[in-house]
Every structure is written in structure tokens, then in C-alpha cells.
């Protein structure tokens, strides 16, 4: 598969760069960086793939664009996208709702896969959250959740999305989601991202977490739902599609 990578400079990016080239399916076919990054030229691991602007058109069209950057940059790839690619991997965070609506406006063009957290392994996750909450739908959970200080969303778009997926399986169950389920967001050094969801019956309680090591899972995490997304018609999807055409859950 050939794929492309906005943001291929940032945190996320070069974890991205390091799985596509140790990757023997894929191939990395174009690095896009802002125009004035100090990136622009460098050679990819002693490539001829160099770091480019957006603006660098035509440039090689990939299988799929993934992008980590930010909105603006997400919304500037948007333009002659089909150019581009055939599918869209979006995992940059902090899109307004006219940006949303822009990107809903590409999946009628493309595949578009959308996550605020593409780590491996935070679907099962989620679902254990409604099939737990789905169970009791009298109690109200609790999250929490804990990042690096440099985080900007709070609480974040995976906190969001966990919230929502709770509502609903409450919904589903039976319980009313006029509720307000708490979020405890908390700050502080170098953490990457943890979750924890509670639920305290009285004389039981439910307590899981889930907690991401290292920036590199949301890289594989977002190469594995490109290899999905690639062959789909257009279309917006979720990880969570991934995993229920997997395991049918949900
Ligand atoms: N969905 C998920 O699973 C997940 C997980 C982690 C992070 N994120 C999100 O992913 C995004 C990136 O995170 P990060 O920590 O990797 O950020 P970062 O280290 O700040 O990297 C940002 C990247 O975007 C590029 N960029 C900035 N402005 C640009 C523009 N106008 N045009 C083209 N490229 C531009 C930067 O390139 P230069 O500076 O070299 O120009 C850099 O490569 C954030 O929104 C973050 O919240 C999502």
C-alpha cells in the first residue's frame, strides 16, 4: 500500500515514518510538512524521500493519507485531495464543528477513517465500557482521564467519545441518558494518555483503565485502520467499524 503522511515531522509522524518503512507491504510515497517547516528538503532515513509542502503539487498520489498535524493543516489537505488519494486517515484532534462538516463533505468523495485515538487495542476498551454499563443501567459511571500539560482539549475527544458510547448503551439497555456522567480530568508531565472507567454498585465496584505507552500505538493503530479503510466505498468510518466487522460486537 502506498501511503502518504501529513505531519510526517510531529510527535506522532515520525513513529508513523518508522512503521510504513519497516512495514514490507507498504511503501511511503510522500511526506507533507507546513511550508515553512525546517523540515522542508531533509531527506526521509537517508532517503530520496524528502519532507514537502502541501502546496508541492502534483505530488506522488498515495493508496492512503494519513495525517496527524493539525486542523488547519487537516483542512489543507483537503483541498485537491482526490489528487492526492484514494483514501483519508484523520487523526489530528481539535476540529471545529465547520471543520467536521468539511471532512464529512470529503467522505461523500473518499473513504475518510476518524478517530481521536487510534491506539491499538482501545476498542475493546470502549466496549467493555457499554457492555458494563449496558448491565447496570441504574448507576451512573465515572471517568477519568490523565495527559501530558501540553494537552489542549478538556476534557479530551476520547473522553468524549467513551462518554457517548456509554449514553448509548445505556439508552439501548434501557436507562434514561439525561444523565451526567462525571469526567476527572487531570494533567500533569509527560503522560501520553489514561483512561479509567468506574462504576460502584454499592457492594461491588467496576474499575478498568486502559493506558497508552507510547505515542507508536496510535502510529500502527491508524496504518491498521488504513489498510481497512483503503478498499471500503466512500464513506465516513471509525475504528470502532473495524472492530465490529472483526469481532460483530456493538
Ligand atoms: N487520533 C489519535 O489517536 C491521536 C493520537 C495522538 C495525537 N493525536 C493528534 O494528532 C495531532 C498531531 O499530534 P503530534 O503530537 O504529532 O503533533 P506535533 O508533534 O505538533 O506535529 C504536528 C505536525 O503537523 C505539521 N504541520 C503543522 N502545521 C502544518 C501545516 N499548516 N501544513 C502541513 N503540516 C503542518 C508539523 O510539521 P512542521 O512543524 O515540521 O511544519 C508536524 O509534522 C494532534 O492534533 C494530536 O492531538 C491524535
Not at 514490507?24 to 510515497?29: A, G, P, S, T
Not at 505530488?59 to 492526492?84: C, H
Not at 462525571?182 to 501520553?192: K, L, S, T
Not at 472507567?197 to 493506558?211: A, P, Q, Y
Amino acid at each position: 500500500m502506498d501511503i502518504a503522511i501529513l505531519g510526517a515531522s510531529g510527535r506522532v509522524g515520525k513513529f508513523l515514518i518508522e512503521e510504513v518503512l519497516q512495514s514490507e507491504r507498504d511503501q511511503l510515497v510522500a511526506c507533507y510538512v507546513s511550508d515553512d517547516s525546517a523540515h522542508l528538503g531533509q531527506s526521509i532515513a537517508g532517503s530520496e524521500l524528502r519532507y514537502q509542502s502541501l502546496s508541492e503539487l502534483p505530488g506522488q498520489r498515495s493508496d492512503v493519507l494519513i495525517d496527524f498535524s493539525t486542523p488547519v493543516a487537516t483542512m489543507a489537505g483537503l483541498d485537491d485531495l482526490e489528487l492526492r488519494t484514494k483514501a483519508l486517515v484523520v487523526g489530528t484532534t481539535g476540529l471545529n464543528t465547520q471543520q467536521e462538516a468539511r471532512l464529512q463533505l470529503a467522505s461523500q468523495q473518499l473513504p475518510v477513517m476518524i478517530s481521536a485515538n487510534f491506539a491499538e487495542s482501545f476498542e475493546p476498551f470502549v466496549a467493555a465500557c457499554r457492555n458494563i454499563s449496558a448491565a447496570y443501567p441504574q448507576h451512573v459511571p465515572e471517568l477519568e482521564e490523565t495527559y501530558h500539560d501540553r494537552k489542549k482539549a478538556t476534557p479530551s475527544g476520547t473522553s468524549l467519545r467513551i462518554r457517548r458510547e456509554i449514553l448509548d448503551a445505556r439508552r439501548i439497555a434501557g436507562g434514561t441518558d439525561d444523565i451526567e456522567i462525571p469526567i476527572n480530568v487531570i494533567r500533569e508531565g509527560d503522560v501520553i494518555g489514561q483512561h479509567q472507567f468506574r462504576l460502584d454498585l454499592g457492594s461491588t465496584k467496576f474499575e478498568i483503565g486502559f493506558e497508552v505507552d507510547s505515542l507508536a500505538s496510535f502510529a500502527r493503530g491508524a496504518l491498521q485502520a488504513g489498510r481497512w479503510v483503503r478498499d471500503r466505498s466512500a464513506g465516513s468510518y471509525t475504528p470502532n467499524d473495524v472492530f465490529a466487522s472483526k469481532h460483530g460486537n456493538n
